[in-house]
């Protein structure tokens, strides 16, 4: 079983967001990074656009499947991780610290984020 560090918070969508003040790092949870295999394609959304925490913003595709990436907060995207672009196997491999994904400017953070305990619990309860 995958450990969730304590530092962040967890989605429903199976995304993390690491808060601090005012900006955030975003990326996908080992749990999704092993349900989706191998990563071959990340598409991101540019620096600058406006994002809605529950709408989808980009999109990760595996050897299995495309996946959507949903945002777990509202705000604007500061930066995105261009290692990650230009090696997409890296959120596959190391999605809670070298595979993130995006840096957020955060408007608002929505309810029913979970710590890494409640995340853990989500999980091993059979979350899809």
């Known amino acids: ?3 969730y560090p304590d530092d962040r918070q967890y989605t429903a969508d199976h995304e993390w967001i690491a808060v601090d003040g005012q900006t955030a790092r975003v990326g996908i949870t080992a ?3 092993e349900a989706l295999g191998d990563v071959v394609y990340v598409d991101l959304p540019e620096a600058g656009t406006e994002i809605t925490a529950g709408e989808t913003c980009g999109e990760i595709e595996s050897t299995k499947s495309v996946s959507d990436l949903v945002a777990p ?13 230009d090696e997409p196997e890296t959120v596959g491999t190391d999605p809670h610290e070298e595979g ?10 929505p309810d029913g984020l979970m710590d890494a305990e409640a995340y853990q619990g989500f999980v091993a309860g059979g979350a899809a």
């Not at 907060?73 to 672009?85: D, H, Q, R, S």
């Not at 994904?101 to 955060?106: A, E």
């Open 100 to 109: 993130w994904l995006y840096t957020l400017r955060v408007d608002e953070l």
């Open 31 to 33: 749990y999704a990074a």
């Open 1 to 3: 079983m995958s450990s």
């Open 73 to 85: 907060a509202t705000g604007e995207i500061l930066a995105v991780n261009t290692a990650a672009v």
